[in-house]
């Protein structure tokens, strides 16, 4: 019997523009476009991942493809990053001008948003969720219930919650002051290791991480994207208005 990583997997890694922001969504299915599925041939059901902060699909593959496998291949399971997050292909902009942009999609509300856009445009409205947030795409997940009470959530996972009082936290009152005023001291340096080969880059991953004994191959790759100045920054940001919340409204 092969085992699951020699098999054949239909997987489809695009970027897209959501709400004006550079988007990556990575899909497991043959499924790659909901919309334009025939009846017969569209599942009722879709699993999607709300990253955490760094919004980066890549970290979430070799789970996507073992829930994907686990249910037998019957449901598709996507992911989207946080916009800004991902580092585009050469070619593509970082933003796009868009017909309804909202205001700050690279901040905390405008992340909320963009979820929803993402769903409003890519996936029919009779279509089942199952949505799957971690860390702060729990809170993301929460909120997009909260605005949008119609959508077809059959069951919303959340691990590694966090979703109320985050400056309060022993780690918030640590981390806060640094996130907002401290966080333009990596800007020099990030901006230097921005040009360095992507050899030197994904050595420099390997060393940070080679205290953890189990290092996922999709992760480091992921791990680059943080390479690109815009990237890092954006990600600086979102941390930055994450103290911010305060408790998840009722």
Known sequence: MRKMSEEYIPTHDEFIYCLGAATQVLKFGPWSDLQKSSDKGTPKLLFLII????????????????????????????????AGHCSPPAGMDMTDEHDDPVEDVFGLNGQIEHKLFFLQQNVPADTKLVLIGHSIGCYIILEMMRR????????SILL?????????????????PWLCSLRYVVYMPLYLLSFLPEVMKT????????????????????????????????????????????????
């Open 51 to 82: 990253p955490g902060n760094p919004g980066v699909v890549g970290f979430y593959k070799t789970f996507m493809q073992s829930l994907y496998c686990g249910f037998n291949r019957q449901y598709p399971v996507w992911a989207i990053s946080h």
């Open 148 to 155: 949008s009470p119609k959508l077809k959530v059959l069951k």
């Open 160 to 176: 590694f919650p966090t979703i109320e009082r985050m400056a309060q936290s022993p780690q918030g009152k640590i981390m806060t």
């Open 203 to 250: 050595f420099l991953v390997k060393l940070a991480l080679h205290g953890i004994k189990s290092v996922d191959e999709t992760s480091m790759e992921a791990s680059l994207n943080l390479f690109r100045m815009e990237c890092a920054v954006i990600c600086l940001f979102s941390s930055q208005q994450m103290p911010c919340i305060w408790v998840v409204k009722k």
